[in-house]
């Protein structure tokens, strides 16, 4: 297996988020892709395919904005991070506005994601990561070790420590070449983004299983009755489990999972994989195991179809390079 990595991502590092109505430390932090490096061995660097498959997912002001938004920050005399604060709830309209105030409300869903100085130069790199390793899967399978992570990025947003959709990216790019996708999203948290990306397209096909949006972040999408729209109606399916699910639950919905990817007949699967699902993730209410993501793996194996994982989530930072190994481990 080509395992791609580039140490530019490394350049992102918040120091905060706003977590249940406090500041505390971000938990999407460097020592992630320090612990699964450890795990993982050997890696393979990232190749710059440019902006312009960015630019097939995300829209050039949002790019722009996250371009500029730190210097913009810093240059309206703001210390720290760049943290929005009001959101456009109601009404929402492309104003061209200049205070960065405005701009970070119109391009974020949260307060948990802030800009640094080093977060655009990561997340380039992390779609570049995604896409480098598109490049190598073949016949077989490639992980692209992606941090930050990019599920819940929309066209325009950012949100849920994620800025550029690196798994959207990459599924573009193959659709481009012609190719028919299918999107597994197995991180705790729905992937909205992904979803919002291509809700109402017929390829790719979105499958996700997360915990339920009733009790979890991000609330608003990832719900069951959330099946697609015109062109795309029946291309998401969504199967939300309850807290305390284990790998026995788990796996009877991924076989559903499984039946929905083999009817759409894809040449290539992309895996949005989360870790955030293991027992010990402190921000997530899973009980998965260690042991449990190579017996995940071996079912996502079995389809047969070429595989790109791109790494998601998971923040039991001590355990997160072991679980990781062990899913990779399962498409061996």
């Known amino acids: 297996m080509i395992i791609v990595f580039d140490p530019a991502q490394r350049a992102h590092a918040p120091a905060q988020e706003l977590h249940n109505g406090s500041f505390v430390a971000h938990a999407e932090t460097v020592a992630r892709a320090d612990n699964m490096l ?4 050997d890696w393979t660097l990232a190749v710059d395919h440019g902006i312009a498959p960015i630019l097939r997912i995300h829209t ?13 920050w810093r240059a309206a005399g703001r210390p720290g991070d760049a943290v929005p604060y009001v959101f456009p709830v109601v009404g929402r309209r492309a104003l061209n506005l200049d205070r960065i105030d405005a701009r970070l409300g119109r391009f974020a869903i949260d307060c948990g994601t802030p800009i640094a ?5 990561a997340v380039y790199t992390g779609a570049q990561v995604a896409l480098t390793a598109l490049d190598h899967v073949g016949v077989g399978t490639a992980f692209a070790l992606c941090r930050p992570p990019g599920h819940h990025a929309g066209a325009d947003y950012l949100g849920g420590y994620c800025y550029l959709n690196n798994a959207a990216i990459a599924a573009q790019a193959a659709v481009d070449a012609g190719q028919r996708v299918a999107i597994l999203d197995i991180d705790y948290h729905h992937g909205n983004g992904t979803q919002d990306i291509f809700y109402d397209r017929a390829n ?20 069951a009755d959330e099946t697609g729209a015109g062109a795309g109606q029946g291309a998401t399916l969504n199967l939300p489990l309850p807290h305390g699910t284990g790998v026995t639950p788990y796996r009877a919905e991924l076989a559903t999972a499984l039946d929905r990817v083999r009817a759409h007949t894809p040449n290539l699967l992309i ?9 010990n993730d402190p921000i997530s209410h899973f009980a998965l195991e260690t042991d449990d993501y190579a017996v995940i793996a071996a079912d996502i194996a079995a389809l047969g179809v070429p595989t790109l994982i791109v790494m998601e989530g998971g923040y039991a930072v001590d355990a997160l390079g072991t679980n990781v190994a062990s899913f990779l481990k399962g498409f061996a």
């Open 38 to 41: 450890a795990a993982v061995g």
């Open 271 to 279: 895996v949005s994989f989360g870790a955030d699902t293991f027992v």
């Open 204 to 223: 790719p096909l979105f499958v996700s299983i997360h915990a339920d949006p009733r009790t979890d972040y991000p609330f608003y999408w990832g719900h």
């Open 60 to 72: 050039a002001d949002y790019i722009d904005f996250l371009r500029t938004a730190f210097a913009d």
């Open 117 to 121: 100085s080093g977060t655009w130069a």
